[in-house]
Nanobody, 123 residues
């Protein structure tokens, strides 16, 4: 069983930046594609970004394209979501997810999930 632990959330003003981190507890995430999803209050969980194990494949939601970057440091066994030019509509709980397969933007394709970290963007 892979447990994912997110960190890096917090409160930031609009236009600011945050970097979220995700690390699996107790094992490597070798061969796992990693993704980030978010869920705003009262809304469905939505796809944000995903990256393949090798790092050469990425997907982004249109709403974050050009502002967010997903990357991973396999030596540190950690995945990251760099969020720039944050907007109030980015406010949500952010979840990292992993799957032992290729990229996907579909929530149901991911086997492992973290507990989430709150990101709040003030206007």
């Amino acid at each position: 069983q892979v447990q994912l632990v997110e960190s890096g959330g917090g409160l930031v003003q609009a236009g600011g930046s945050l970097r979220l981190s995700c690390a699996p507890s107790g094992r490597t995430f070798r061969n796992y594609a990693m993704a980030w999803f978010r869920q705003a209050s009262g809304k469905e969980r939505e796809f944000v970004a995903a990256q393949s194990w090798t790092g050469d494949g990425t997907l982004f939601a249109d709403s974050v394209k050009g502002r967010f970057t997903i990357y991973r440091d396999n030596a540190k066994n950690t995945a990251y979501l760099q969020m720039n030019s944050l907007k109030p509509e980015d406010t949500a709980v952010y979840y990292c997810a992993a799957r032992l397969a290729g990229l996907s933007r579909y929530r149901g394709d991911y086997e492992y999930w973290g507990q989430g970290t709150q990101v709040t963007v003030s206007s």
